[in-house]
């Protein structure tokens, strides 16, 4: 085992999607076309993908795209997911480690619901610990999809609701849809979400350059306090799913959980279609293949993740860096050039 592995992997599953969000950040939608397609992992090679994963310690899996629900041979990757049995660390009630166990993975969902249908419903729901169903918008949600139809997004969210999976509403925020966040968390907790998911648009692939799409600093501050007043009156909770500057976290929150330090590479990596690594979803740099973790893992980009070697110079010396990461690296690296450039949040005036 290398004890460096993130213990979840984010596996997507295949490049192609049935709708085409203007915020999509997966590197391959880059206009530039510099990120490559190569041909994708079959279901056999993702099913041995997954049993090397958890030989190296993996104990939770993400299923994107892409839609995943367009993968050939999704049901035979959900059947082996059933199978699996990972390791997982057993806690006294001091917080002493016991010892381990064999358990079944946790597996979330994400997906824009536009394919759900009742028997991919019962033939996942199973397996799954949550289910992320993207909501971005109400009266925007086609513009923001490329045509998509919302209908279908919150018939999958009531759909899985009532089969008993945890049910999340993913919302990323554009000043497009800013304007209607209140109405558009509410639609998705009357309709099954149990939680909330909420991201901010960040530059990189099809969404690179659509500065119209990124908030400033005062709307980021209404993202935040629109989800939390929903959320309190709905009795729900929610997360934010990019990390933010704490400089820019100007309250604290009841229902919200908003995190700080950057994941990538340390709680979670991902893997694109074609089976190359990388330390984030949102990322655009390709360090290996699955089957060389290691090597990827070792790579002096990787381990600048690892040892939080990418901090501004503008924020050394500043008193919260052993609890903040200056916001999203890979957002700063696509806008500005560099892994330790100021978050794009933090270049405005």
Excluded at 294 to 308: C, D, G, H, N, V
């Amino acid at each position: 085992m290398i004890p460096s592995v993130p213990r979840t992997a984010v596996l997507e599953l295949t490049f192609r999607c049935n709708h085409r969000c203007v915020f999509c950040s997966v590197p391959w939608d880059n206009p530039d076309g510099r990120y490559e397609r190569q041909p994708e992992l079959s279901a056999s090679d993702w099913i041995t993908c997954i049993d090397t994963l958890v030989g190296h310690g993996v104990t939770g899996f993400a299923l994107s795209g892409g839609e995943p629900f367009l993968k050939e041979g999704f049901d035979d990757i959900v059947r082996h997911l059933r199978r699996v049995r990972v390791r997982k660390p057993v806690f006294g009630p001091s917080g002493t480690l016991l010892g381990q166990e064999e358990a079944p993975p946790y597996v979330t969902l994400i997906t824009n619901g536009g394919l759900v249908t009742p028997e991919r419903v019962e033939s996942v729901r199973e397996l799954l610990g949550a289910v992320v169903v993207s909501l971005p918008g109400l009266d925007t949600y086609a513009e923001h999809t490329g045509g998509g139809d919302r209908e279908k997004a919150l018939a999958a969210l009531r759909a899985f609701d009532v089969a008993g999976v945890p049910t999340v509403v993913g919302i990323c925020v554009t000043q497009r849809n800013l304007p209607e966040l209140f109405e558009t968390i509410a639609t998705g907790f009357l309709n099954g979400g149990r939680q909330l998911l909420l991201n901010r648009f960040l530059p990189g692939g099809r969404g690179t350059g659509r500065q119209d799409l990124c908030l400033d600093r005062s709307q980021l501050s209404q993202m935040l306090r629109t989800a939390e007043t929903v959320c309190l009156e709905a009795g729900r909770y929610g997360s934010i799913g990019t990390e933010l500057p704490r400089c820019l976290v100007e309250e604290r929150y009841d229902r919200l959980t908003v995190g700080t330090r950057c994941a990538g590479g340390v709680d979670f990596f991902a893997i694109d279609p074609a089976g190359r690594v990388r330390p984030c979803n949102h990322s655009p740099v390709h360090l290996g293949v699955w089957h060389d973790l290691p090597a990827a893992i070792s790579t002096p980009y990787w381990q600048r993740f690892q040892t939080k070697n990418f901090l501004p110079s503008s924020c050394r010396g500043c008193g919260h860096t052993l609890t903040c990461d200056a916001g999203c690296r890979e957002a700063a690296h696509i806008a500005s050039g560099s892994l330790d450039a100021p978050d794009p949040l933090l270049l405005q005036v």
